[in-house]
């Protein structure tokens, strides 16, 4: 199932996500069905709020990026009850972009490393150190499961620049090529 993408102004997308416990129902065909959605909206990362969903669960596809960077071909990973407890203290700026925030692109500074525990979606216990686009992709998603956005990270004058693009968005005033809601 391709579920429709959240849009920014939306409540959720400022929710604090929940734990996911070992009995939730469907879990494995909610990881395929983001997994799926992610792909149909070209994305490279989408978390459970995204899809209305306030639970703490995100997937991660980098296999766009595959081409440019080998290493990261076939890199598909599904967090769950993610837990960043280390990061690096450099950072770096990257352009980033949002499928909550169609058409806005910024370049927010975050650290190059982190390190992180989370379950993957057979609910196998993880502890894993992440660098690079993967640490950057990851960090962007585990921001959705606290209820931030990458437009949060901003400097306040840049956020003041863009308030009409982001009152546009909670008005509905967008294109994108995937379905919203």
């Not at 640490?135 to 308030?163: C, K, M, W």
Request: glycine share 8%; net charge negative.
């Amino acid at each position: 199932m391709i579920y429709p993408i959240v849009i920014y102004g939306s409540q959720t997308l400022r929710q604090k996500c929940e734990p996911i416990a070992p009995d939730y129902p469907g879990l494995q065909q909610l990881v395929e069905d983001m997994f799926l959605t992610l792909r149909e909206a070209e994305g490279v990362g989408l978390a459970a709020p995204q899809i209305g969903k306030n639970i703490r669960l995100f997937v991660v596809d980098c296999t766009p990026w595959g081409e440019d960077n080998p290493e990261l071909a076939g890199y598909k990973r599904a967090f769950i009850n993610a837990e960043i407890y280390a990061c690096s203290e450099e950072t770096g700026l990257f352009n980033e972009g949002c499928l909550s925030l169609p058409g806005l692109h910024e370049d927010v500074r975050r650290p190059l490393a982190i390190r992180m525990r989370y379950l993957d979606e057979h609910l196998v216990e993880h502890d894993e150190a992440f660098e690079g686009l993967p640490a950057r992709v990851i960090q962007h998603e585990y921001d959705h499961i606290e209820g931030t956005v990458f437009t949060d990270r901003l400097s306040p004058l840049r956020r003041n620049l863009l308030r009409g693009k982001l009152l546009n968005l909670t008005k509905g005033k967008y294109s994108c090529s995937y379905k919203t809601r």
